[in-house]
């Protein structure tokens, strides 16, 4: 099972530095969700671990670089763009190539095709696929060796509903089996079902890195509402733990204090309390929070009558 | 490397374009050479058999009064090789199956190289067939095997130089444009200058200045691998003296190596 130690990792274009001395881990065993805008240099860095694109930084699947790895579809599985393939040449005959440069059995060919449900279009040419399709073909693609990593880019683009929820199952099932998984995307909602880990990037510097659930935990955006008949009591104590304190109709949503913060402060302040719910950001909320200044494409916003 | 040739034998068996090229130039080949070698079987002056054999190979370009038609068509498959890879994205899954640059590219040298000979060569047979089938008389095998070398040779040198076009420049359609226009249009261009500026010197019959750039020009000099006779025989009171054979070989050769040497080059330092 591999581990990928991700050092530094650096990509300049011109004058834009699209990846800036990036550096995270992925372990075995989990699923880790590559998160950024747009532009953000997702893409570029699964190029730089790779060795695709000429860049600063190294990157080892268990000590070594992809270069250095024998037959690397045994090893490393890889999806990084829609429909990598010639369009007349026959899915079938696509994966066959890619088997025959790692010795890859002709019998797994037909395992995979299986596996991702294209058998009955193997022998179909890829032009007349769907963007599912391709997709899927690309999964296969990286399926192929059995390998130990996968490190996939916007798999899910594409996929219907089925197919996603397909894709969540097969890929949590093969960290459960060890595997290391090192998935972008930008379904937020999905990735937070499938991710264990994340890393989270802005205009090609790391913005965040570590468990769902702690990324979320850290957002600003999480809050505590709080219902009291004696609201006149608790807004001084509240300000006293430095919270923030807006007000949504006769419910107080505190940001910057825990529940049980505020709870001791109200009954030290005498102040009854009717309702205390903490209300966590969603990943989205947190992924937004952590990204805004990060944008590198930022659409302008439309009012109710569609102008922008 | 082992591993490369087989992915580029796959590759290459597993793509309509590749049986559509080497189709088409075999087919060209049998029609055209069937049509000469009736039209010699009832002519009233009968040719020699080596000159016979050089037109029904060459499809007449042993004359030097047309290209050598089935490298253009094999050609494409230089271009096809590395043109595809970039036209349909196929290059970041074909590094990531193999990620050796090195081997990545000399595989593709080889096979192109080995395939457009194979090919040429099929021609060759063709032609040969041609002449059995109307009882013509058969070459000398001096000249049936400098001639057939020739043939290959060329042939496999100008698909590399395809391939190379496409490395260079990553778009297939600017490599078929070079492949097509280099040897035509732009050695002519160079050689309708050269000869005008020669003519207008002070020493137009001479066979020293500007006019020896021609015998440099990479297509024309390999030409000389399978033409008899030429045009370019007719330049001669201008000072110019092409290479042989075997130096017009090694200008093609060295042209040809150069390109590849820099698309290699290239290949190794870009962004895939």
């Known amino acids: 099972m591999a581990l990928i130690e991700a050092h530094a990792l650096g990509k300049t274009y011109g004058s834009n530095r699209a990846v800036d001395d990036l550096s995270f881990v992925v372990r075995p065993g989990s699923v880790t969700g590559f998160l950024g805008p747009n532009g953000s240099g997702k893409s570029t860095t699964m190029r730089l671990m790779l060795g695709l694109d000429r860049g600063d930084g190294r990157t080892t699947f268990d000590g070594k670089s992809f270069s250095e790895l024998d037959h690397p579809m045994r090893h490393i599985g890889t999806l990084l763009e829609a429909k990598p393939f010639h369009p007349t040449r026959k899915a079938r005959n696509h994966l066959r190539m890619l088997a025959a440069a790692n010795r890859i059995p002709t019998s797994r060919v037909d395992e995979v095709i299986e596996l991702v449900g294209l058998t009955s279009v193997s022998d179909g040419k890829p032009r007349k696929f769907s963007l599912g399709m391709g997709q899927r073909l690309g999964i296969a693609a990286a399926l192929l060796g059995d390998p130990d990593t996968l490190i996939l880019d916007e798999p899910s683009n594409g996929l219907d509903p089925q197919g996603i929820t397909w894709l969540r199952n097969l890929l949590k099932h093969l960290a459960g089996e060890g595997r290391s998984v090192f998935v972008s995307s930008h379904l937020l909602q999905e990735m937070a079902v499938l991710a264990d880990e994340l890393v989270v990037i802005g205009r090609g510097r790391m913005l965040a890195n570590g468990a769902v659930d702690d990324f979320i935990s850290h957002s600003g955006l999480g809050a505590v509402e709080v219902l009291s008949p004696d609201a006149e009591l608790l807004g001084p104590a509240l300000d006293s733990l430095g919270a923030t304190v807006s007000h949504d109709g006769a419910t107080l949503v505190v940001r910057g204090a825990t529940a049980e913060q505020i709870g001791d402060a109200a009954h030290a302040a005498g102040a009854r309390l009717h309702q205390l719910v903490t209300r966590a950001a969603t990943l989205e909320e947190a992924f937004l929070e952590a990204t805004g200044l990060s944008e590198e494409f930022r659409g302008s916003a439309v009012d109710e009558g569609g102008r922008s | ?272």
């Open chain 2, 1 to 272: 490397m082992i591993d490369a040739l087989r992915y580029e034998f796959v590759r290459l068996r597993t793509i309509r374009s590749t049986y559509w090229l080497i189709g088409l130039a075999m087919s060209f080949q049998l029609v055209m050479s069937l049509l000469i070698a009736w039209r010699f079987s009832v002519a009233t002056h009968p040719r020699s058999g080596d000159d016979t054999f050089d037109i029904l190979a060459t499809i007449g370009a042993s004359t030097g009064l047309a290209p050598l038609f089935i490298a253009y068509i094999i050609g494409l498959l230089g271009v096809f090789s590395t043109g595809h890879e970039y036209r349909h994205g196929m290059i970041r899954a074909t590094l990531t199956a193999l990620p050796n640059r090195g081997t990545v590219f000399a595989a593709k040298v080889v096979s192109t190289g080995a395939v457009a000979a194979l090919a040429a060569l099929a021609c060759v047979v063709i032609a040969l067939l041609s002449a059995v089938v109307f009882g013509l008389d058969m070459p000398s095998t001096h000249e049936l095997v400098d001639l057939t070398i020739g043939t290959m040779a060329f042939t496999a040198m100008f698909a590399l130089s395809g391939l190379a076009y496409a490395a260079l420049t990553r778009n297939q359609t600017a490599a078929v444009a070079l492949l097509m226009l280099v040897p035509t249009v732009v050695e002519s261009i160079i050689r309708a200058i050269v000869l005008a500026i020669k003519s207008a010197s002070d020493d137009p019959q001479g066979t020293t200045g500007i006019v020896k750039i021609l015998k440099y020009l990479p297509y024309d000099a390999g030409g000389k691998m399978y033409t008899r006779a030429s045009l370019d025989d007719l330049l001669s009171f201008l000072g110019y003296v092409p290479f042989g054979p075997l130096g017009g070989g090694i200008v093609m050769g060295v042209f040809v190596g150069g390109l590849l040497a820099l698309s290699y080059a290239l290949f190794l330092r870009r962004d895939a």
